[in-house]
Protein backbone atom coordinates (compact mmCIF):
# COMPACT_ATOMS: atom_id res chain seq x y z
CA UNK A 1 0.00 0.00 0.00
CA UNK A 2 2.73 2.48 1.14
CA UNK A 3 6.09 2.11 -0.54
CA UNK A 4 9.11 3.92 1.11
CA UNK A 5 12.51 3.90 -0.89
CA UNK A 6 15.49 5.67 0.64
CA UNK A 7 13.27 8.62 1.45
CA UNK A 8 15.65 12.24 3.00
CA UNK A 9 13.88 15.70 4.22
CA UNK A 10 16.05 17.93 4.89
CA UNK A 11 13.91 21.18 5.99
CA UNK A 12 14.88 24.70 4.20
CA UNK A 13 17.68 26.58 6.03
CA UNK A 14 18.92 23.44 7.57
CA UNK A 15 22.10 21.68 6.79
CA UNK A 16 21.59 18.42 8.37
CA UNK A 17 18.55 16.38 7.68
CA UNK A 18 16.01 15.51 9.60
CA UNK A 19 14.91 11.78 8.02
CA UNK A 20 18.06 10.37 6.56
CA UNK A 21 18.06 7.58 4.23
CA UNK A 22 14.80 5.62 5.69
CA UNK A 23 13.02 2.98 3.81
CA UNK A 24 10.20 0.29 5.08
CA UNK A 25 7.16 -1.04 3.15
CA UNK A 26 3.26 -1.26 4.72
CA UNK A 27 1.31 -3.35 3.41
CA UNK A 28 -2.66 -3.23 3.16
CA UNK A 29 -4.18 -4.06 6.22
CA UNK A 30 -1.75 -3.81 8.75
CA UNK A 31 -0.98 -1.63 11.17
CA UNK A 32 2.44 0.04 10.98
CA UNK A 33 4.30 1.99 13.99
CA UNK A 34 7.28 4.13 14.18
CA UNK A 35 8.50 4.55 17.47
CA UNK A 36 11.20 6.91 18.65
CA UNK A 37 11.45 9.66 20.65
CA UNK A 38 10.71 12.89 20.46
CA UNK A 39 12.82 14.60 17.51
CA UNK A 40 13.34 11.25 15.78
CA UNK A 41 11.84 12.20 12.32
CA UNK A 42 8.67 10.38 13.02
CA UNK A 43 6.56 13.24 12.52
CA UNK A 44 8.52 14.88 9.89
CA UNK A 45 8.00 11.19 8.17
CA UNK A 46 4.58 11.14 8.41
CA UNK A 47 4.40 15.06 7.17
CA UNK A 48 6.52 13.77 4.11
CA UNK A 49 3.78 11.04 3.66
CA UNK A 50 0.52 13.32 3.56
CA UNK A 51 2.15 15.26 1.44
CA UNK A 52 2.78 18.45 4.18
CA UNK A 53 6.60 18.57 2.94
CA UNK A 54 7.26 18.74 -0.06
CA UNK A 55 10.99 19.02 -1.49
CA UNK A 56 11.97 15.11 -0.14
CA UNK A 57 13.82 13.20 -2.03
CA UNK A 58 13.72 9.24 -2.66
CA UNK A 59 10.60 7.85 -3.57
CA UNK A 60 7.31 7.26 -1.95
CA UNK A 61 4.78 5.05 -3.62
CA UNK A 62 1.12 5.17 -2.36
CA UNK A 63 -1.41 2.86 -3.75
CA UNK A 64 1.11 2.09 -6.48
CA UNK A 65 1.51 5.96 -7.62
CA UNK A 66 4.01 8.12 -6.86
CA UNK A 67 2.98 10.38 -4.18
CA UNK A 68 4.35 13.18 -6.16
CA UNK A 69 2.05 12.85 -9.02
CA UNK A 70 -1.17 12.60 -7.04
CA UNK A 71 -2.93 15.58 -6.78
CA UNK A 72 -5.47 16.85 -3.94
CA UNK A 73 -7.62 13.73 -5.02
CA UNK A 74 -5.07 11.96 -2.52
CA UNK A 75 -6.93 13.76 0.51
CA UNK A 76 -10.05 11.51 -0.77
CA UNK A 77 -8.04 8.55 0.17
CA UNK A 78 -6.11 9.28 3.16
CA UNK A 79 -7.06 10.35 6.82
CA UNK A 80 -4.72 12.23 9.26
CA UNK A 81 -5.06 12.42 12.53
CA UNK A 82 -2.68 15.13 14.33
CA UNK A 83 -0.82 15.30 17.22
CA UNK A 84 -2.13 18.50 18.80
CA UNK A 85 -5.62 19.14 18.32
CA UNK A 86 -6.76 21.70 15.73
CA UNK A 87 -10.24 23.23 16.16
CA UNK A 88 -12.25 26.20 15.05
CA UNK A 89 -12.99 26.80 18.73
CA UNK A 90 -16.00 29.14 18.14
CA UNK A 91 -18.05 26.16 16.42
CA UNK A 92 -19.61 23.52 18.10
CA UNK A 93 -17.97 19.93 17.48
CA UNK A 94 -20.66 19.20 14.98
CA UNK A 95 -20.21 22.17 12.79
CA UNK A 96 -16.41 21.24 12.82
CA UNK A 97 -16.78 18.11 11.48
CA UNK A 98 -19.78 19.44 8.71
CA UNK A 99 -17.43 22.06 8.05
CA UNK A 100 -14.49 19.46 7.13
CA UNK A 101 -17.03 16.61 5.36
CA UNK A 102 -17.98 19.17 2.96
CA UNK A 103 -14.60 19.38 1.37
CA UNK A 104 -14.94 15.31 0.42
CA UNK A 105 -16.08 14.25 -3.01
CA UNK A 106 -18.25 11.71 -1.41
CA UNK A 107 -20.66 12.05 1.77
CA UNK A 108 -19.19 11.58 5.23
CA UNK A 109 -20.23 8.60 7.38
CA UNK A 110 -22.92 9.63 10.04
CA UNK A 111 -21.32 11.95 12.14
CA UNK A 112 -23.73 10.95 14.68
CA UNK A 113 -22.71 7.50 15.34
CA UNK A 114 -18.83 8.15 15.24
CA UNK A 115 -19.48 11.37 17.77
CA UNK A 116 -21.61 8.54 19.93
CA UNK A 117 -19.02 5.79 19.64
CA UNK A 118 -16.18 8.29 21.11
CA UNK A 119 -18.66 9.59 23.85
CA UNK A 120 -19.45 12.89 22.45
CA UNK A 121 -22.78 13.21 21.09
CA UNK A 122 -23.90 14.45 24.37
CA UNK A 123 -21.52 17.47 23.38
CA UNK A 124 -22.04 17.57 19.66
CA UNK A 125 -23.89 21.38 20.46
CA UNK A 126 -21.07 22.35 22.42
CA UNK A 127 -18.31 24.82 20.90
CA UNK A 128 -14.59 23.56 21.41
CA UNK A 129 -13.55 26.17 23.28
CA UNK A 130 -15.48 24.87 25.97
CA UNK A 131 -13.79 21.21 25.24
CA UNK A 132 -10.96 19.59 27.49
CA UNK A 133 -7.61 18.11 25.97
CA UNK A 134 -8.92 14.87 25.34
CA UNK A 135 -12.32 15.52 24.27
CA UNK A 136 -10.46 17.66 21.21
CA UNK A 137 -8.03 15.07 20.72
CA UNK A 138 -11.25 12.40 20.43
CA UNK A 139 -12.87 15.19 17.42
CA UNK A 140 -9.25 14.56 15.92
CA UNK A 141 -9.85 10.99 15.55
CA UNK A 142 -13.09 11.46 14.08
CA UNK A 143 -12.37 14.07 11.44
CA UNK A 144 -9.31 11.68 10.65
CA UNK A 145 -11.67 8.69 9.56
CA UNK A 146 -15.68 10.16 9.13
CA UNK A 147 -14.95 9.99 5.40
CA UNK A 148 -13.97 6.22 4.97
CA UNK A 149 -10.23 6.41 4.09
CA UNK A 150 -8.16 3.71 2.99
CA UNK A 151 -5.15 4.66 4.27
CA UNK A 152 -5.08 6.43 7.81
CA UNK A 153 -1.91 8.35 9.94
CA UNK A 154 -2.33 8.69 13.23
CA UNK A 155 0.15 10.91 15.69
CA UNK A 156 0.06 10.22 19.06
CA UNK A 157 -3.58 8.36 18.71
CA UNK A 158 -4.11 8.56 22.79
CA UNK A 159 -1.76 11.40 23.44
CA UNK A 160 -4.13 12.90 26.28
CA UNK A 161 -6.50 10.64 26.57
CA UNK A 162 -7.88 8.87 29.85
CA UNK A 163 -7.36 4.95 29.90
CA UNK A 164 -11.32 4.56 29.09
CA UNK A 165 -11.00 6.58 26.28
CA UNK A 166 -7.88 5.26 25.08
CA UNK A 167 -8.94 2.04 24.96
CA UNK A 168 -12.08 2.86 23.09
CA UNK A 169 -9.90 4.46 20.16
CA UNK A 170 -7.45 1.53 20.51
CA UNK A 171 -10.33 -0.60 19.69
CA UNK A 172 -11.69 1.25 16.56
CA UNK A 173 -8.26 1.38 15.47
CA UNK A 174 -7.99 -2.67 15.31
CA UNK A 175 -12.04 -2.62 13.96
CA UNK A 176 -10.06 -0.11 11.22
CA UNK A 177 -7.45 -2.95 10.66
CA UNK A 178 -10.20 -5.59 10.27
CA UNK A 179 -11.44 -3.70 7.58
CA UNK A 180 -8.41 -3.74 5.37
CA UNK A 181 -7.44 -0.13 6.20
CA UNK A 182 -3.79 0.55 6.36
CA UNK A 183 -2.73 2.30 9.26
CA UNK A 184 0.07 4.60 10.30
CA UNK A 185 0.78 5.40 13.62
CA UNK A 186 3.64 7.42 15.25
CA UNK A 187 3.96 7.03 18.92
CA UNK A 188 6.87 6.97 21.59
CA UNK A 189 4.17 5.25 23.95
CA UNK A 190 5.79 1.48 23.74
CA UNK A 191 2.35 -0.23 25.12
CA UNK A 192 0.27 1.31 22.02
CA UNK A 193 2.32 0.26 19.77
CA UNK A 194 2.84 -3.22 21.20
CA UNK A 195 -1.23 -3.94 21.27
CA UNK A 196 -2.13 -2.18 18.14
CA UNK A 197 1.05 -2.56 15.52
CA UNK A 198 1.73 -6.05 13.38
CA UNK A 199 4.68 -3.95 12.88
CA UNK A 200 6.94 -1.61 14.67
CA UNK A 201 9.56 0.87 13.04
CA UNK A 202 12.87 2.04 15.83
CA UNK A 203 13.63 5.55 14.55
CA UNK A 204 16.67 7.40 15.95
CA UNK A 205 18.03 10.59 14.32
CA UNK A 206 16.35 10.07 11.21
CA UNK A 207 17.45 6.70 10.91
CA UNK A 208 15.59 3.00 10.94
CA UNK A 209 17.45 0.94 12.89
CA UNK A 210 15.07 -1.78 12.93
CA UNK A 211 11.57 -3.58 11.86
CA UNK A 212 10.06 -6.11 12.96
CA UNK A 213 6.56 -7.41 14.26
CA UNK A 214 6.56 -6.59 18.09
CA UNK A 215 6.24 -9.78 19.25
CA UNK A 216 8.98 -11.31 17.44
CA UNK A 217 11.28 -8.77 18.73
CA UNK A 218 10.44 -9.30 22.82
CA UNK A 219 10.90 -13.10 22.05
CA UNK A 220 13.91 -12.32 20.66
CA UNK A 221 15.36 -10.12 22.93
CA UNK A 222 14.15 -11.53 26.17
CA UNK A 223 15.12 -14.49 28.32
CA UNK A 224 13.75 -18.21 27.89
CA UNK A 225 12.84 -18.61 31.47
CA UNK A 226 9.66 -18.35 33.55
CA UNK A 227 9.71 -16.42 37.02
CA UNK A 228 7.68 -18.30 39.41
CA UNK A 229 6.79 -16.37 42.81
CA UNK A 230 5.07 -18.02 45.59
CA UNK A 231 4.28 -17.77 49.57
CA UNK A 232 7.11 -20.14 51.21
CA UNK A 233 4.84 -22.26 53.95
CA UNK A 234 8.11 -22.76 55.76
CA UNK A 235 9.27 -19.17 56.25
CA UNK A 236 6.58 -17.32 57.65
CA UNK A 237 4.63 -17.53 53.84
CA UNK A 238 7.14 -15.08 53.00
CA UNK A 239 6.98 -14.38 49.21
CA UNK A 240 9.79 -16.21 47.75
CA UNK A 241 11.05 -16.57 43.72
CA UNK A 242 12.26 -19.37 41.55
CA UNK A 243 13.77 -18.87 37.83
CA UNK A 244 13.23 -21.75 35.07
CA UNK A 245 14.31 -22.44 31.95
CA UNK A 246 11.74 -23.01 29.13
CA UNK A 247 13.39 -25.44 28.07
CA UNK A 248 12.08 -28.47 28.83
CA UNK A 249 9.93 -27.28 31.44
CA UNK A 250 7.33 -30.07 31.25
CA UNK A 251 9.56 -32.41 32.69
CA UNK A 252 11.57 -30.21 34.81
CA UNK A 253 10.83 -31.84 38.44
CA UNK A 254 12.09 -28.98 40.69
CA UNK A 255 9.18 -26.75 39.00
CA UNK A 256 6.51 -29.59 38.68
CA UNK A 257 6.83 -30.34 42.42
CA UNK A 258 7.04 -26.73 43.34
CA UNK A 259 3.66 -26.28 41.44
CA UNK A 260 2.44 -29.36 43.14
CA UNK A 261 3.63 -28.37 47.03
CA UNK A 262 3.34 -24.20 47.11
CA UNK A 263 1.05 -21.61 47.26
CA UNK A 264 2.18 -19.70 43.87
CA UNK A 265 1.38 -16.60 43.33
CA UNK A 266 2.34 -15.85 39.84
CA UNK A 267 3.94 -17.15 37.18
CA UNK A 268 5.77 -14.97 34.65
CA UNK A 269 7.62 -15.31 31.05
CA UNK A 270 10.63 -13.76 30.50
CA UNK A 271 10.37 -12.10 27.16
CA UNK A 272 11.48 -8.36 27.19
CA UNK A 273 9.10 -5.56 26.34
CA UNK A 274 9.38 -3.57 23.21
CA UNK A 275 10.91 -0.64 25.49
CA UNK A 276 13.83 -3.31 26.48
CA UNK A 277 14.44 -3.94 22.78
CA UNK A 278 14.39 -0.34 21.48
CA UNK A 279 16.55 1.01 24.13
CA UNK A 280 19.16 -2.20 23.50
CA UNK A 281 18.75 -1.56 20.04
CA UNK A 282 18.96 2.03 19.86
CA UNK A 283 21.13 2.97 23.07
CA UNK A 284 18.28 5.57 23.69
CA UNK A 285 15.19 5.99 26.07
CA UNK A 286 11.94 7.38 24.93
CA UNK A 287 11.09 10.59 26.01
CA UNK B 1 -18.45 26.95 -10.63
CA UNK B 2 -19.62 23.61 -9.87
CA UNK B 3 -22.63 22.79 -7.66
CA UNK B 4 -19.48 21.18 -5.07
CA UNK B 5 -17.43 24.33 -4.85
CA UNK B 6 -20.52 26.48 -4.35
CA UNK B 7 -21.31 24.11 -1.40
CA UNK B 8 -17.15 24.48 -0.16
CA UNK B 9 -17.59 28.02 0.17
CA UNK B 10 -21.56 28.56 0.99
CA UNK B 11 -20.31 26.52 4.32
CA UNK B 12 -17.02 28.14 4.60
CA UNK B 13 -18.48 31.37 4.64
CA UNK B 14 -21.24 30.29 6.60
CA UNK B 15 -18.78 29.18 9.49
CA UNK B 16 -16.52 32.25 9.17
CA UNK B 17 -19.50 34.05 10.05
CA UNK B 18 -20.78 32.12 12.78
CA UNK B 19 -16.97 32.90 14.13
CA UNK B 20 -17.16 36.40 13.86
CA UNK B 21 -20.83 36.93 15.58
CA UNK B 22 -19.89 34.93 18.02
CA UNK B 23 -16.55 36.36 19.11
CA UNK B 24 -17.57 38.96 21.86
CA UNK B 25 -14.43 41.06 21.07
CA UNK B 26 -15.97 42.11 17.24
CA UNK B 27 -19.83 43.14 18.58
CA UNK B 28 -18.16 46.63 18.99
CA UNK B 29 -16.17 47.16 16.33
CA UNK B 30 -19.30 45.31 13.94
CA UNK B 31 -21.22 48.76 14.65
CA UNK B 32 -18.39 50.64 14.19
CA UNK B 33 -19.03 51.41 10.43
CA UNK B 34 -22.43 52.05 11.21
CA UNK B 35 -21.06 54.53 13.45
CA UNK B 36 -18.80 55.87 10.43
CA UNK B 37 -21.46 56.13 8.43
CA UNK B 38 -23.79 58.07 10.68
CA UNK B 39 -20.89 60.53 11.20
CA UNK B 40 -20.71 60.89 7.73
CA UNK B 41 -24.38 60.88 7.10
CA UNK B 42 -25.10 63.75 9.59
CA UNK B 43 -22.32 64.78 11.75
CA UNK B 44 -19.94 66.12 8.95
CA UNK B 45 -22.98 68.33 7.34
CA UNK B 46 -23.44 69.98 11.14
CA UNK B 47 -19.65 70.74 11.32
CA UNK B 48 -19.82 72.01 8.02
CA UNK B 49 -22.40 74.99 8.63
CA UNK B 50 -19.61 76.18 11.60
CA UNK B 51 -16.33 75.58 9.71
CA UNK B 52 -17.47 76.11 5.64
CA UNK B 53 -13.58 75.18 5.09
CA UNK B 54 -14.89 71.32 5.38
CA UNK B 55 -16.22 71.29 2.64
CA UNK B 56 -13.66 71.53 0.31
CA UNK B 57 -12.20 68.68 2.45
CA UNK B 58 -15.27 66.23 2.04
CA UNK B 59 -13.76 64.01 -0.61
CA UNK B 60 -10.95 63.21 1.63
CA UNK B 61 -13.12 62.75 4.77
CA UNK B 62 -14.89 60.25 2.87
CA UNK B 63 -12.15 58.66 1.60
CA UNK B 64 -9.99 58.08 4.56
CA UNK B 65 -13.70 56.86 6.69
CA UNK B 66 -14.06 54.65 3.84
CA UNK B 67 -10.73 53.21 4.20
CA UNK B 68 -11.29 52.70 7.97
CA UNK B 69 -14.68 50.83 7.32
CA UNK B 70 -12.74 48.54 4.99
CA UNK B 71 -10.17 47.63 7.39
CA UNK B 72 -12.59 46.37 9.50
CA UNK B 73 -13.60 43.17 7.91
CA UNK B 74 -10.16 42.63 7.26
CA UNK B 75 -9.77 43.17 11.43
CA UNK B 76 -12.05 40.26 12.04
CA UNK B 77 -10.52 37.76 9.53
CA UNK B 78 -7.30 38.59 10.22
CA UNK B 79 -7.99 37.38 14.16
CA UNK B 80 -9.92 34.25 13.07
CA UNK B 81 -6.75 33.32 10.50
CA UNK B 82 -4.34 34.21 13.21
CA UNK B 83 -5.78 31.56 15.66
CA UNK B 84 -6.16 29.46 12.58
CA UNK B 85 -2.09 30.16 12.48
CA UNK B 86 -1.88 29.48 16.32
CA UNK B 87 -4.18 26.15 15.87
CA UNK B 88 -2.46 24.67 12.89
CA UNK B 89 -5.60 24.76 11.17
CA UNK B 90 -3.39 25.30 8.13
CA UNK B 91 -2.20 22.10 8.26
CA UNK B 92 -6.11 20.89 8.66
CA UNK B 93 -6.80 22.67 5.54
CA UNK B 94 -3.76 21.41 3.49
CA UNK B 95 -5.08 17.46 3.76
CA UNK B 96 -8.58 18.04 2.69
CA UNK B 97 -9.25 17.67 -0.96
CA UNK B 98 -9.12 20.70 -2.07
CA UNK B 99 -6.96 22.62 -5.17
CA UNK B 100 -4.00 23.67 -4.32
CA UNK B 101 -4.76 27.37 -2.33
CA UNK B 102 -8.15 27.09 -2.81
CA UNK B 103 -9.04 28.07 0.99
CA UNK B 104 -6.45 31.03 0.62
CA UNK B 105 -8.15 32.22 -2.41
CA UNK B 106 -11.65 31.78 -0.93
CA UNK B 107 -10.71 33.79 2.33
CA UNK B 108 -9.04 36.88 -0.01
CA UNK B 109 -12.45 36.60 -2.09
CA UNK B 110 -14.22 36.31 0.82
CA UNK B 111 -13.00 39.38 2.73
CA UNK B 112 -12.69 41.30 -0.60
CA UNK B 113 -16.45 41.28 -0.74
CA UNK B 114 -17.34 41.66 2.92
CA UNK B 115 -15.21 44.87 2.69
CA UNK B 116 -16.56 45.95 -0.70
CA UNK B 117 -20.20 45.71 0.98
CA UNK B 118 -19.24 48.34 3.99
CA UNK B 119 -17.65 50.63 0.89
CA UNK B 120 -20.85 50.77 -1.42
CA UNK B 121 -22.70 51.27 1.60
CA UNK B 122 -20.63 54.61 2.85
CA UNK B 123 -20.10 55.48 -0.31
CA UNK B 124 -23.68 55.12 -1.71
CA UNK B 125 -24.91 56.79 1.66
CA UNK B 126 -22.88 59.16 2.89
CA UNK B 127 -24.20 61.99 0.99
CA UNK B 128 -20.94 63.43 1.12
CA UNK B 129 -19.65 63.36 -2.69
CA UNK B 130 -21.35 63.42 -5.80
CA UNK B 131 -20.47 59.83 -7.73
CA UNK B 132 -22.03 57.71 -10.80
CA UNK B 133 -22.53 54.32 -10.15
CA UNK B 134 -19.77 53.26 -11.97
CA UNK B 135 -17.36 55.30 -10.00
CA UNK B 136 -19.09 54.43 -6.53
CA UNK B 137 -18.21 50.34 -8.02
CA UNK B 138 -15.18 51.09 -9.66
CA UNK B 139 -13.68 52.91 -5.85
CA UNK B 140 -15.23 49.98 -3.93
CA UNK B 141 -13.71 47.77 -5.43
CA UNK B 142 -10.52 49.95 -5.15
CA UNK B 143 -10.88 50.78 -1.37
CA UNK B 144 -11.85 47.01 -0.55
CA UNK B 145 -8.07 45.79 -1.82
CA UNK B 146 -7.09 47.54 1.41
CA UNK B 147 -9.34 44.67 3.38
CA UNK B 148 -6.82 41.76 2.03
CA UNK B 149 -3.54 43.57 1.70
CA UNK B 150 -3.91 44.72 5.60
CA UNK B 151 -5.58 40.91 6.49
CA UNK B 152 -2.17 38.98 4.53
CA UNK B 153 0.21 41.38 5.96
CA UNK B 154 -1.11 40.70 9.86
CA UNK B 155 -0.89 36.78 9.32
CA UNK B 156 2.19 36.50 7.62
CA UNK B 157 4.04 39.16 10.22
CA UNK B 158 2.00 38.61 13.30
CA UNK B 159 3.45 35.84 15.65
CA UNK B 160 -0.01 36.55 17.69
CA UNK B 161 -3.36 38.54 18.17
CA UNK B 162 -1.25 40.89 20.37
CA UNK B 163 1.27 41.73 17.69
CA UNK B 164 -2.13 41.68 14.89
CA UNK B 165 -3.36 44.76 16.91
CA UNK B 166 -0.31 46.71 16.90
CA UNK B 167 0.09 46.03 13.46
CA UNK B 168 -3.15 46.90 12.84
CA UNK B 169 -3.19 50.34 14.72
CA UNK B 170 0.05 50.49 12.35
CA UNK B 171 -2.02 50.72 9.38
CA UNK B 172 -4.67 52.56 10.56
CA UNK B 173 -2.64 55.46 11.38
CA UNK B 174 -0.80 55.02 8.40
CA UNK B 175 -4.08 55.79 6.36
CA UNK B 176 -4.28 59.25 7.28
CA UNK B 177 -0.08 59.69 5.98
CA UNK B 178 -0.81 60.30 2.66
CA UNK B 179 -3.25 63.26 3.13
CA UNK B 180 -0.22 65.09 3.66
CA UNK B 181 0.02 65.03 -0.30
CA UNK B 182 -3.07 67.54 -0.09
CA UNK B 183 -2.49 70.20 2.75
CA UNK B 184 1.35 70.67 2.00
CA UNK B 185 2.45 71.44 -1.33
CA UNK B 186 6.46 70.08 -1.97
CA UNK B 187 6.90 68.06 -5.07
CA UNK B 188 8.40 65.50 -1.89
CA UNK B 189 4.78 64.29 -1.14
CA UNK B 190 4.80 62.41 -4.57
CA UNK B 191 6.99 60.10 -2.70
CA UNK B 192 3.59 59.13 -0.35
CA UNK B 193 2.69 57.28 -4.23
CA UNK B 194 4.74 54.13 -2.25
CA UNK B 195 1.77 53.71 0.41
CA UNK B 196 -1.06 52.15 -1.38
CA UNK B 197 -3.78 54.66 0.28
CA UNK B 198 -2.23 57.44 -1.65
CA UNK B 199 -3.89 56.40 -4.76
CA UNK B 200 -7.06 56.03 -3.00
CA UNK B 201 -7.12 59.96 -2.25
CA UNK B 202 -5.89 60.67 -5.56
CA UNK B 203 -9.17 58.87 -7.08
CA UNK B 204 -11.22 61.15 -4.76
CA UNK B 205 -9.20 64.24 -6.32
CA UNK B 206 -11.61 65.60 -8.50
CA UNK B 207 -9.26 67.74 -10.27
CA UNK B 208 -7.39 64.80 -11.46
CA UNK B 209 -8.61 61.98 -13.62
CA UNK B 210 -10.22 59.51 -11.82
CA UNK B 211 -10.30 56.40 -14.11
CA UNK B 212 -6.68 56.80 -14.13
CA UNK B 213 -5.44 57.32 -10.70
CA UNK B 214 -8.13 54.25 -9.99
CA UNK B 215 -6.31 51.98 -12.11
CA UNK B 216 -2.88 52.27 -11.02
CA UNK B 217 -4.47 52.28 -7.68
CA UNK B 218 -6.40 48.67 -8.29
CA UNK B 219 -3.38 48.00 -10.56
CA UNK B 220 -0.70 48.69 -7.58
CA UNK B 221 -2.81 47.22 -4.56
CA UNK B 222 -2.98 44.13 -6.55
CA UNK B 223 0.63 43.79 -7.14
CA UNK B 224 1.06 44.16 -3.27
CA UNK B 225 -1.51 41.50 -2.51
CA UNK B 226 0.52 39.29 -4.82
CA UNK B 227 3.41 39.90 -3.33
CA UNK B 228 2.34 39.25 -0.18
CA UNK B 229 0.22 35.96 -0.94
CA UNK B 230 3.35 34.88 -2.77
CA UNK B 231 5.25 35.14 0.89
CA UNK B 232 2.05 33.93 3.05
CA UNK B 233 2.10 30.52 0.97
CA UNK B 234 5.46 30.17 1.38
CA UNK B 235 6.31 31.09 5.13
CA UNK B 236 2.85 30.64 6.91
CA UNK B 237 0.47 28.19 4.83
CA UNK B 238 2.52 25.28 4.19
Known amino acids: MILVKKLVYTYPQRKEATVRDISFEMPKGEIFGFLGPSGAGKSTTQKVLTGLLRNYEGQVMVKGKDLKSWNSDYYNHIGVGFELPNHYLKLTALENLQLFASFYDKPTQSLQTWLDRVGLWKDAQVRVENFSKGMKMRLNFIRALMHDPDIIFFDEPTSGLDPVNARILKDIILEQKHLGKTIFITTHNMHDADELCDQVAFIVDGKISLIDAPQNLRLQSGKKLVKVTYRDAQLNASLNTREYAMEGLGNNSDFLELLQTQDITSIHSEEATLEDVFIKTTGKKLT | ?238
Open chain 2, 1 to 238: MNTITLKKIVTLSKNDLRSIFRDKSFWAPMLAPIAILLLLRFGVPQLAIYYPEVNQYQGLILALMSCINAIFPAFFVSFIMLEEKDLQLFSVMRVMPLAPHWFIIYRISFITLMSFGFVFGTLLLSGLVALSLPKILALSFLIALMAPLTTLIIVTFAKNKIEGITMLKGINMGLALPLVAFLVMSPWTKLLAIIPVYWIYQAFDMSANFWLNTTIGIAYLGLLIAVIFRRFKNKVFR
